[in-house]
């Protein structure tokens, strides 16, 4: 059968109204859960890597279960993916960072500025968000931060909106996380550290994995 994907869809909104619309009930979280699969297997070649024979083998053996359980095998092996193609950025990025310890601080408060010193230079989101909290305080910025958004993004789309309302709610976090001196959950200082070279629909579910990773931890720490 030929299934479409995200990448026909003009933007995330348009392939759910699809999904919705088109795809059975019962069939929905197997089909989005497939559009992730295919944004990772894009991805791959976009860095130019060949498929992992392993990911494709399992591939072919989810392929012949049944709902529940070919579900769950997907999301679990779209996971792996995404730690793949993560441990891929952070090798090929790993001999710059090296050099100047980006990744061996001497507390988590130093990673942690450290992670949001890099948010600044390579994410354009963050710098937004890092740019305005400047303006407002030495009160160059006179709009509050949606009006901020739209002058300097312009003509941008619903999802990069959402994706710097997302960097500034990490930021935030970030900052409790540094002034409580708190190590960061694992994985999760890799995950923010590559969230903008994700594309399409994939980064914003990434993002929001990430946010909820360090909510439900300070919250762990509050409640302990």
């Not at 989810?62 to 441990?87: Q, V, Y």
């Not at 002058?151 to 935030?172: G, P, W, Y």
């Amino acid at each position: 059968m030929t299934r479409k994907t995200p990448s026909d869809f003009r933007s995330h909104d348009d392939w759910l109204l699809h999904v919705h619309r088109e795809i059975p009930v019962s069939e929905q979280p197997y089909a989005l859960a497939f559009g992730r699969t295919e944004l990772f297997r894009g991805f791959y070649r976009v860095q130019g890597l060949g498929f992992p024979s392993k990911f494709a083998k399992e591939l072919e053996r989810i392929e012949m279960l049944h709902d529940p359980e070919r579900t769950a095998a997907l999301e679990a092996l779209n996971d792996e993916m995404f730690r793949s193609l993560t441990g891929h950025l952070l090798d090929w990025e790993r001999p710059r960072i090296s050099e100047d310890d980006a990744l061996r601080p001497a507390s988590p408060r130093e990673r942690i500025r450290q992670l949001r010193s890099h948010l600044a230079q390579k994410n354009s989101y963050f710098a937004l968000w890092v740019a305005y909290k400047k303006g407002v305080n030495d009160h160059s910025v006179a709009e509050d931060w949606d009006e901020y958004l739209l002058q300097e993004l312009r003509a941008v789309s619903a999802e990069e909106i959402t994706f710097a309302h997302a960097m500034a709610e990490l930021d935030k976090l970030l900052t409790l996380f540094h002034d409580e001196n708190r190590a960061l959950p694992g994985l999760s200082f890799e995950r923010v550290w590559f969230l903008d070279h994700i594309r399409g629909p994939e980064r914003m579910a990434q993002t929001r994995a990430v946010l909820g990773m360090l909510t439900a931890e300070l919250v762990a720490c509050t409640s302990a």
